[in-house]
């Protein structure tokens, strides 16, 4: 297979990054040790990728096999263990920084589903997989109730971001570089906007008779 796209390889190092920021930060506010939070942000940071990479048949996958990973993983937790009273001052940093992870993810997950012949089902269902799965894991290793079970707009977003990708690769509306960027915008923003407004998906609850 020919080498993926430049920009693709940058946006999945800096989704990395930012997960492993979200995932130092909320395991530095539950008190684990420095194993811990470093497990922690590794896990958040490459564990969607390691998801879409089985999934696809790309074997093994990046994130265990390629070295820049963890040094992106163990450099954002390394920053945030340093710099933690400056992050803690943050208006709610381990949002922020989920939602760009997200937002990264979402576009390359779609894009590395793509790249590898795979149809448009495919690239949306990994897109939300890659940009949500580490979060789950996030929330499980952490025992907090994981955020696509609540009714944020959370996997919702991933998908307006993934379906972009997948839209603009069929119909070839743009460069796959102006593709990638408008569908990161739309996706980071739905997510901030819906946690800035409190946009929610309908809860349905049973009613007592």
Request: aromatic letters at 12%; a positive charge; proline letters at 3%.
């Amino acid at each position: 297979m020919e080498r993926l796209h430049t920009l693709y390889y940058l946006l999945d190092l800096a989704g990395t990054f930012a997960f492993a920021i979200s995932g130092a930060t909320a395991a530095r506010q539950r008190g684990l040790d420095l194993f811990g939070i470093c497990a922690i942000a590794f896990t958040v940071a490459c564990g969607g990728g390691v998801i879409r990479d089985l999934c696809i048949g790309a074997i093994p996958p990046a994130g265990l096999t390629n070295w820049r990973y963890l040094v992106a993983a163990m450099c954002a937790a390394g920053a945030t263990i340093g710099l933690y009273p400056f992050v803690r001052r943050l208006n709610r940093p381990v949002l922020f920084f989920d939602a760009l992870g997200l937002s990264l993810f979402a576009v390359t997950g779609a894009q590395k589903s793509l790249a590898f012949g795979h149809n448009a089902e495919v690239a949306l269902l990994l897109g939300v997989v890659t940009a949500v799965g580490g979060g789950v894991l996030r929330d499980v290793l952490l025992n907090r109730v994981p955020i696509i079970l609540e009714r944020e707009i959370y996997a919702s977003a991933a998908l307006v971001g993934a379906g972009i990708v997948v839209l603009g690769y069929y119909f070839d509306w743009l460069t796959t570089d102006w593709i990638s960027i408008v569908a990161l915008i739309v996706c980071f923003g739905v997510r901030m906007l819906a946690l800035r407004f409190h946009w929610n998906l309908p809860v349905y609850s049973i009613r007592k008779s």
